[in-house]
């Protein structure tokens, strides 16, 4: 149902369809396959759905004080292509792995918790985890402070078992960085197994509401933001459905 994979499915049905009496069908279904691409393309599309999403949760407010722990969402490393070559290959979403190493610095006595394993629907050795650690302690984190989970396959296991891995205390004040589009249903995710974090956003898709509306000359721009809009939809969906958050939409949390 990912945008990409639709439009695709859609227009190898049109031309079957126009080799068929469906011909005019066929016709018709082409013309709206390829409107449906421009858009999601080159029109605002991408921005009105994922603005939702990345101005949901606001910059972390540092004075609050210290936090005890960060904790960093993995969705950076291809685990595949770093397997096969035998290094860490980051693919996208770099700011999760720099703002770690920033707040590292800024707050020396947080313990530092990196979770990711395999999201692959086949298991292999490759774990996500394994390979951040080296980035992280090239970025200068000390590899005695880093803590790793990496059995953890989805967002959801990501809160359960990091829990379980740091057994927080009553009054600790743990930061969860991620992707800003992701938070809102990182944090939905964490609350519902029972984590109190507090949000720290990193690696923006636009710049703000004066881009709401603006259209690009780059499709593959427009595209990617769509398809990344679509499918954190479809998983905020999902794991309301599944009981794994509380709420469609989770927000910051009332005073």
Partial sequence: MLPINLLVELGIVAVVLMATRFAAFGRRLA?????????????????LLIYPLESRFPAWDASRGAPDGIIVLGGSVDTDLSAAHRTPVVAHAADRLFAPAELARRY???????????????????????????????????????????????????????????????????????????MPRSMGIFRKAGFDVEAYPVDWRMGGRED??????????????TEVAVREWIGLTAYRLMGRTAELLPGPAKD
């Fill in 31 to 47: 013309i709206t396959t390829l409107v449906l691409l421009a858009l999601a393309a080159f029109s605002p599309l991408g921005n």
């Fill in 108 to 182: 020396p006595n947080a313990r530092i918790v990196f979770t990711g394993g395999s999201a692959n629907l086949v298991s292999n050795e490759a774990r996500e985890a394994d390979y951040s650690a080296p980035i992280l302690e090239n970025l200068g984190i000390a590899k005695d402070r880093l803590i790793l989970e990496r059995s953890s396959r989805n967002t959801w296991e990501n809160a359960i078992f990091t829990k379980q891995l740091v057994s927080p205390k009553p009054g600790e004040r743990w930061l969860l960085v991620t992707s800003a589009y992701h």
């Fill in 212 to 225: 709401l509306f603006s259209f690009t000359n780059m499709g593959a721009d427009g595209l990617g933001r």
